[in-house]
DNA sequence: AGAATTGCTGTGCAACATGGTCAGTATTGT
DNA sequence: ACAATACTGACCATGTTGCACAGCAATTCT
């Protein structure tokens, strides 16, 4: 065995996981073709990272923009003292925020939503910031998005560390 | 036809997408199975949102922290003017940086990271905030996440306002 | 050392899904 | 009334899936 920590990936696993990234429709049996092994051995592969949860499946990726919702604002929310969960169940209500996190520092929750129009961007911010906990809120419109959402590089240099024997 | 915006989605497309969310790996057939319409009319939708850019692809969707990278690490980054792209470049040969979008407002860059271990993660906010151009940071980190990134309620709204003619 | 375990390979098989095409039908637009 | 568009239901050849099998190598246990 590898000796170190043992559940995690190997140079074989990021592999995969690199190619279904950037061919997700392949079939298993693609997938082992290119990897040059067998294929009991990638359906193996993937069914130990999904019982671990690390392959949690295969959504399809939508582009919200393209679906009209062509503004992303993020919120950073100050709220009252105990009241995160309360605040938390407010936002999940409403339909156009995306993501909300907990936070440590200043702000104590931070937002993602998204919006078809200025004014609807504007309809949204107020819904957001009339949740009665809700404190202070200082907002802000993403103009443009240098790094797409990514996973890609930690995997390359998965593969790269395992590999190269 | 219905009249309105044309090139929308309709309530079929958006209960496709549910669909597919819900369960990914459905195959074309298993769809049209369920949502009872013919098979080619699914891959007809399926075309055409792909087409619009609309459905841009099933990639893997992997869990960072089942993968050793459990935290997640939020900064705003205040730079000289007219360095955004330099910093950007930056930024993305980070490999822990798995996002960046530039705001309006007080900050400019926003940047989301992920680190396997609190002392890991010090090097990668050293690390960003090594970048030269950068002159203000601050950062917090993630300590839960209410509402995990989702674009299921727009979808549902969609597929309601469609539907029930 | 010998035995057992584990992981990969390569094969075979039946069941099923895929992409393609085609004709028939209803609905919408001119 | 005619043309265009969208959906249906069927057909086909081909490829893929899930499963089980035996052979092999490397590693770990006793």
Known sequence: MAGAGED??????????????????????????????????????????????????????????AMGYGLTAFAVLEISQGQRAAVSERLAAIDEVCEVHATTGQGDLFVRMVARSNADLQRVIDTVVAVPEVRRTSTSIALSTPVAPRVRPLLERLAAESAPE
């Open 8 to 65: 995690a990936l190997d140079g074989l696993d990021a592999r995969l996981l690199l190619l279904l990234s950037d061919e997700p429709r392949l079939g298993v049996l693609e997938c082992s073709r290119r990897l040059g092994v067998a294929r009991g051995t990638v359906q193996a592969r993937m069914d130990r990272m999904a019982r671990r949860g690390i392959l949690r499946g295969f959504p399809p990726e939508l582009d919200l923009a």
